[in-house]
């Protein structure tokens, strides 16, 4: 089945600190990924996206990505986290459809 | 930057009642999309919309559910008889195809 995980529903980091979300997808073929975030009550930004080429790629805020064919992968990064990051971030993926597939999500904490 | 603009941000109803999600699409985007998100969980697909007819639909959207275009900019969601199980934010979605997803700040729909 098609589907798209996110390990970890909860992760904390210092201000300033590096951030890795991960997320994992199942799909036969190269799907076209995506990271959105979150903040409460909002709805869902575009940090970036994946459809073919340089498998690094580079969003808003700071925000990468790197695609892993061999891992199914595609992790979320910042270098150095902002107490603003603090949010709910979705990686979501479409593969021969249209519609957009959705993590469970990860909680982000950034302690002061 | 384009938009997709939703109305109303926050909508009571009783249990039983119809309501209508109204949705503005970006102007020149073909595909049309609503989303679900029950508080705390992830982001549910509900329905794709392509030429004047759905290209796809979940399992979640039954019979209670319609979705119309009834001119060339608006594209609304309507729930028949509302059950306390549908209190979700209902999120709007346009694409232009290949990807470029555009969300709009979601419906907060209360049944009480």
């Known amino acids: 089945a098609q589907s798209v995980t996110q390990p970890d529903i909860h992760i904390t980091v210092s201000e300033g600190a590096s951030l890795e979300l991960r997320c994992n997808y199942s799909?036969?073929?190269?799907?076209?990924l995506f990271w959105y975030v979150q903040s409460p009550g909002q709805g869902l930004q575009l940090l970036l996206k994946y459809f073919s080429g340089d498998t690094l790629v580079q969003g808003i805020k700071g925000f990468e990505a790197e695609f892993k064919r061999s891992q199914s992968s595609f992790n979320l990064r910042k270098p150095s986290v902002h107490w603003s990051d603090a949010a709910e971030y979705f990686c979501?993926?479409?593969?021969?459809?249209?519609?957009?597939?959705f993590g469970t999500g990860t909680q982000l904490k950034v302690e002061l | 930057e384009p938009e997709v603009t939703q109305t109303p941000s926050h909508q009571v109803t009783q249990m039983g009642q119809e309501v209508i999600l109204r949705c503005v699409p970006i102007s020149n985007h073909l595909y049309f999309y609503w989303y679900r998100q029950i508080l705390g969980q992830k982001v549910e697909f509900l329905v794709s919309?392509?030429?004047?007819?759905?290209?796809?639909k979940s399992e979640i959207f039954d019979d209670q559910f319609s979705v119309e275009r009834p001119d060339g900019s608006n594209f609304t969601l309507k729930i028949r008889s509302t059950k306390l199980e549908d209190s979700a934010m209902y999120f709007c979605?346009?694409?232009?195809?290949?990807?470029?997803?555009?969300f709009g700040s979601g419906t907060r729909l209360t049944v009480v």
């Open positions: 799909y036969g073929a190269t799907p076209y």
């Open positions: 919309f392509y030429n004047n007819e759905i290209s796809e």
């Open positions: 979501a993926f479409t593969g021969g459809g249209n519609k957009l597939t």
């Open positions: 979605a346009s694409s232009g195809g290949q990807g470029g997803y555009t």
